[in-house]
């Protein structure tokens, strides 16, 4: 697909393909104990991050698109962990001082979006794929969000709810907006303008996306998974 028109749209494959692997890694996890699992998925990050950049760069487009979706069902690995084992993690953090989480949740927040610029940018970013840095600390602000009361009531108050509600079509559309806009009125207004009214138009777009489209195919999707 041309991604100049769509950039996200590249994913969907991946998407499809990991959501037909996903019940037989949730077998495959469930079958081996924790402490060999743990070893496990420690032995193919290490292997996907100095392996991936390498693929990426040096082999054939089928090849590097199967790469990448192993690449990214590590990260759905990540979170089948964290559902097969939620009382040890639960245990875990409750077992911690509120000083204590909220300085891991900034330390989460910052491997998810400062920490891959800085290895990026580091002789390591050059020979590895640090994107499984953002993995490590998305997963573990959603073990807080689960087991953490005062994140978790920060994180079910309407608008958040409303906003991880439309948050896949806001991704699949906000791109689309913000180039549709960019050739409309670039030539008339200021890109910051146009960006913030991107902002405001994506936000519209998703939620009818989500009513009219993604919330009727899920709908269709359980009754179809209903027929004997």
Known sequence: YDQRFNTVYWSLIIELRISLLLPFLILAIRRIGLR????????????DACASRVIDLDCSVVI???????????????GIMVMLHGEKVEQLILGLG?????????????????????LN???????CNCEFVIAIGATTIVCL??????????????????????????????MIVMLSLAAL???????????LLAVGVSLISAEAMARY?????QLLGRRIDAVP
């Open 98 to 118: 509120k000083t204590s989480r909220l300085g891991i949740f900034l330390l989460s927040v910052f491997t998810c979006y400062y920490l891959p610029v800085f």
């Open 145 to 174: 969000a689960i087991h953490d009361e005062t994140l978790a009531e920060i994180l079910t108050r309407r608008p958040l709810i409303w906003l991880g509600r439309i948050s896949y079509s806001l991704y699949l559309i906000h």
């Open 185 to 195: 009125l670039g030539s008339r207004i200021s890109y910051i303008y146009i960006f």
């Open 64 to 78: 590097a698109d199967w790469a990448r979706t192993a690449h990214y069902a590590l990260f759905f690995i990540y």
């Open 36 to 47: 060999l699992a743990l070893w496990l998925v420690a032995a193919m990050t290490l292997v």
């Open 121 to 127: 940018k580091s002789p390591l970013g050059t020979h």
């Open 213 to 217: 489209v993604e919330r009727p195919s």
